[in-house]
């Protein structure tokens, strides 16, 4: 069955403090990554598509990767305005059940950035 | 600007009431979704459409409705079968007759309560 895990699923770091948030899948084959970024009582905005491994792609102090089995988005030095829920999604090779390329989705990572 | 729109923003529902939700978009996006999001439940699918005057069941459809009969609209009826409704709900868009593949555009989202 094809699945999408993300970890940490909370994160909690002072301003200035680089880490990283996973998400690991496992797809019978990847066409698409997607990373989204949600604050409380708003939709997921978009951040980045990824397609293949070995692919990076950066915006601000957010730097997303991909490997052949899972996905990082770095953040250098955040701010406090960098607080939200990150979720990633995949689009697999193919979809069983009929689901006809619908995105998977991880439960999300919520990240507090304190002053 | 292009856009996904949702509306109403907060919506109250009395117990045997039905509602509905409304989605539109003008990005001419072929396919719409609609999903329910629950804390530490992540996102979880209720119906989509591919075309317009089709949709499919996702994975929590009892108790919802929907229909599709212009491509820029697809509104959610959220039935008085549903017994739990309080929840988060968006609406998301795609291209999808395309070679590349590409994410969703979510619209910001109906805060749906039962009083």
């Known amino acids: 069955e094809d699945q999408v895990t993300q970890s940490p699923e909370a994160l909690r770091l002072q301003e200035g403090e680089s880490s990283s948030l996973n998400c690991s899948y496992t797809v019978s084959g990847l066409r698409g990554l997607f990373w989204y970024r949600q604050d409380p009582g708003k939709g997921p905005e978009f951040l980045f598509t990824l397609y293949s491994a070995g692919e990076e792609k950066e915006k601000e102090r957010l730097k997303a990767t991909l490997t052949k089995k899972e996905s990082f988005l770095h953040i250098t030095a955040p701010k406090p305005e960098d607080s939200a829920t990150y979720l990633c999604?995949?689009?697999?090779?193919?979809?069983?059940?009929?689901?006809?390329?619908?995105?998977?989705f991880g439960k999300g990572t919520k990240l507090s950035v304190k002053p | 600007d292009g856009g996904i729109t949702q509306s109403p923003k907060y919506l109250f529902r009395k117990e045997g009431q039905n509602v509905t939700l409304s989605c539109e978009q003008n990005l001419n996006h072929d396919a719409m979704y609609w999903y329910r999001q629950d804390p530490g439940q992540g996102l979880r699918l209720i119906y989509y459409?591919?075309?317009?005057?089709?949709?499919q069941k996702g994975d929590i459809a009892e108790g919802y409705s929907v229909s599709r009969e212009k491509k820029e609209s697809f509104p959610l009826t959220v039935t008085s079968a549903q017994k739990n409704p309080t929840a988060f709900y968006l609406c998301a868009s795609r291209q999808t007759l395309t070679a590349i593949i590409y994410g969703y555009t979510f619209g910001s989202g109906t805060r749906l309560t039962v009083v």
């Open positions: 999604a995949v689009q697999p090779l193919m979809n069983y059940g009929g689901s006809q390329g619908n995105l998977i």
């Open positions: 459409s591919q075309i317009v005057n089709d949709f």
